[in-house]
């Protein structure tokens, strides 16, 4: 009798013992800024559009069959390295001023943007 109520007693404090800790952890991850994704690759190709970041030269996205919806911008400055400028909406590492970006019908990740009749696929990084 002694030994059922002592392993009672003891599961009772190791149950206790475990409800005290109610915490929740959540982790967070933020969608990488274009000057992140510089610092690791200073040969990026990205621009920014309504604060999300886009990258081509993927090799994942560049096998996927994308068509074109509608024009939703175009590119409207070149960012350098020499200078002290911030990363700024329709901002491009490589594409040159007045590319056109369109979304696509098959994603909403993924753009397509144009310059010369040349296009190229884009991937939102929305994770860092």
Do not use: H
Request: proline share 2%; glycine share 4%.
């Amino acid at each position: 009798m002694n030994y059922k109520l002592l392993v009672i007693f003891l599961s009772s404090i190791f149950l206790a013992g475990c409800g005290f800790n109610n915490q929740t952890t959540i982790n967070k991850s933020e969608a990488p800024s274009a000057k992140e994704i510089l610092t690791e690759n200073k040969d990026a190709d990205i621009f920014l559009l309504n604060k999300t970041v886009y990258q081509t030269n993927i090799e994942w996205v560049n096998k996927l069959n994308l068509t074109k919806n509608e024009e939703i911008g175009e590119i409207e400055s070149i960012y350098t390295f020499d200078s002290n400028d911030s990363f700024k909406n329709k901002m491009a590492t490589k594409l040159p001023i007045g590319s056109k970006i369109f979304s696509t019908n098959e994603r909403k990740d993924m753009l397509i943007v144009e310059n010369n009749g040349v296009e190229k696929k884009y991937y939102a990084l929305t994770e860092g």
